[in-house]
Structure formats: structure tokens, C-alpha cells
């Protein structure tokens, strides 16, 4: 009789360790599955900006593609560190990224009390786009040319330039040019893009080299008048106003905007967003509107971000020590 008992129970727990067995290898599965829930895009600045415009502008076809929502968390201030404190804070799991402008490449020249090490504690995703920058000034302004406003810049730094912080990119690619030039220019900083473009409009300040996205309608509509832009060649979208490089040979400075999280995601998550960042940049669609704006899709990968941030940090490292620009 002890036969037939033994079997079905031999055989019960067996299924009952095979079962076991597909739950405990179905579970890493289904973990490692992303994404499974909501993703949040985090953009340091204020809504309505350079990076904030092209967060909305990708959030809804990268919904599609992620099969997810996608949440934009504008976390503006200070220059953009403290949204980058928020995504060093986050879990490295993918479902928190950051879309950051030019300036997270030099913020740690200019805040030496980070509380996180942007080589270190942040991954490129994607070389999302770039932009050229254009120098700018009031439409009554009496400057017309580049040449006019070099001459005034040299008579005892008589020309005065807005930006939107001390260490951003559009002050720092002032000074730049200035170094280029042999002129001085008097730094007047705002805290963002709007209110240094309407005391520039007011005749508040006499200048601004801002990116084109930022100040591309004002232009066309005659509020503000292009006198160069620091692309190598002539810009499409404002083919009347010249080149700096063609008057400062291998004069090119460009704002960009790029995608990173936290250093320690997996790799393999690191590759679905930026294969899925990559294919919606590439959207004819969103590739036309984002150009209409003034942007350049540049579509790259992980790599090309982190190539980028590394020389632009190495760039305008230079640059900081030796005009000696801090914090205001």
C-alpha cells in the first residue's frame, strides 16, 4: 500500500518545485521589463525655456514609442543644479532622466560645492540637438553691424550684454567672443531667458548673444535686430546676418540640449531610452517642428553625449579660469 501514496506525492512535488522553478525565473523577467510605469524627464529651468521647449515637444511621439507616460518636472534654479541634485537623489532604474542644456557641461567650474559630480554621477543618453547662437541687440539700438559693436565694445567696454546667469552659456560665449575680438563688454545677468529679453527689448542693456530658438520670432518680427551668429556658416533661418567666422576665423560656439541619468541604470536601459530618444528625434514631424524652432536634431547616442559633455566641460574650463568668471 505504500506504493501507491508515494507516487502522487513524488509527483505533487514535483509540479510543485517545477512551478516554483518558472515563477522564480518568470519574476527577473518580468523586473528587467522597461518600462513598466510612468517616466519622469526632469528639466532644471522654468517652463517655457530653450530645454522646456524641446521636452514638449518630444514628450508625447517618446510616450508612444516608451508605451508609457512621460511626465516633464520643470525644477528650475540655480542655474540648473538644483534639478540635477533631484535626478543624483533618484534611483538609477531609468524611470527618472534629465534633459539638460550646455551649461551642465561647466557648472562644476562655476559651483564648486556640488553636492554630485557631473563626470561621474551622470550617463549620456542622447545628443537630443543643437542650436547656433545669435547676437542680438535692441531694434533702436544704434549698433548695426558686428563691426559697430566691436568698436564701441573697445571704447572702455562700452557696450553692455545680458545673460541668463553667471557660467551660462550665452555668458559665456559673450566672453569668448570678446577674447576673440580684443574688446571688454559689461555683464549684466538676469535669472532667465524671459527677463533678460525684455529689458533687452526695453533698452535696458545693449546686447545679448542668446540662442536662436530663444530669440528667433523677436528677430523676425523686428523686435530685436541680428548682427552675427556663431555657426561657421550662415543660418537658414537668418541668411542676411553674417557669420562671426567670418570675421574671427573658426569662430563657433553652439547651445545644445542632451538627455542624462544617474550613472549606475543599467546598461541595458540606458540603450532602450536612447534607442527610443533617437528614433522620435528622427520623426519627420518632430524633426520639422524642433527645426522650425531653430534647433538642429542631432539624434545621437550614448557616446556622442558623453563625448560632448567631456569637451565642452574641457572647453569652457579654459575659458572660466582664465577670465576668471565665478558665481554672482
Do not use: C
Not at 547676437?135 to 557696450?159: C, E, F, I, R
Amino acid at each position: 500500500m505504500t506504493r501507491p501514496e508515494t507516487t502522487p506525492r513524488r509527483s505533487l512535488i514535483s509540479v510543485g518545485l517545477l512551478v516554483g522553478l518558472a515563477l522564480a525565473l518568470a519574476g527577473p523577467a518580468r523586473a528587467e521589463t522597461f518600462p513598466s510605469r510612468l517616466v519622469t524627464v526632469i528639466v532644471p529651468f522654468a517652463a517655457g525655456g530653450t530645454v522646456d521647449k524641446v521636452a514638449r515637444q518630444v514628450q508625447e511621439p517618446l510616450r508612444a514609442r516608451l508605451g508609457q507616460q512621460v511626465l516633464i518636472d520643470n525644477r528650475g534654479g540655480a542655474g540648473g543644479t538644483i534639478g540635477m541634485a533631484a535626478l543624483a537623489k533618484s534611483a538609477p532604474d531609468g524611470y527618472t532622466v534629465a534633459l539638460v542644456f550646455d551649461s551642465y557641461a561647466t557648472e562644476q567650474h562655476i559651483y564648486p560645492k556640488l553636492p554630485y559630480a557631473t563626470l561621474r554621477d551622470f550617463s549620456g543618453v542622447s545628443y537630443v540637438a543643437r542650436s547656433p547662437m545669435v547676437l542680438v541687440v535692441p531694434a533702436a539700438s544704434p549698433y548695426k553691424t558686428l563691426q559697430d559693436y566691436v568698436a564701441a565694445a573697445k571704447a572702455k567696454g562700452a557696450v553692455s550684454y545680458a545673460s541668463v546667469g553667471a557660467g551660462s552659456s550665452n555668458h559665456l560665449a559673450a566672453e569668448l567672443f570678446h577674447e576673440t575680438a580684443g574688446s571688454q563688454g559689461l555683464h549684466v545677468p538676469f535669472k532667465g531667458g524671459g527677463p533678460a529679453l525684455t529689458d533687452l527689448m526695453g533698452g535696458h542693456v545693449d546686447s545679448m548673444i542668446a540662442s536662436l530658438p530663444l530669440v528667433l520670432q523677436q528677430v523676425q518680427s523686428g523686435k530685436l535686430r541680428a548682427l552675427a551668429v556663431t555657426s561657421p556658416k550662415r543660418n537658414p533661418a537668418l541668411p542676411e546676418v553674417p557669420a562671426m567666422a567670418e570675421t574671427y576665423k573658426g569662430f563657433e560656439v553652439y547651445s545644445w540640449v542632451g538627455m542624462v541619468a544617474p550613472a549606475k541604470t543599467p546598461a541595458p536601459v540606458l540603450d532602450k531610452l536612447s534607442a527610443d530618444m533617437t528614433a522620435t528625434l528622427r520623426e519627420p514631424e518632430v524633426a520639422k517642428r524642433l527645426a522650425d524652432g531653430g534647433f538642429e536634431v542631432v539624434a545621437g547616442g550614448r557616446d556622442a553625449m558623453n563625448q560632448l559633455i567631456k569637451s565642452e566641460s574641457e572647453r569652457w574650463g579654459r575659458l572660466i579660469q582664465a577670465r576668471k568668471i565665478v558665481a554672482e
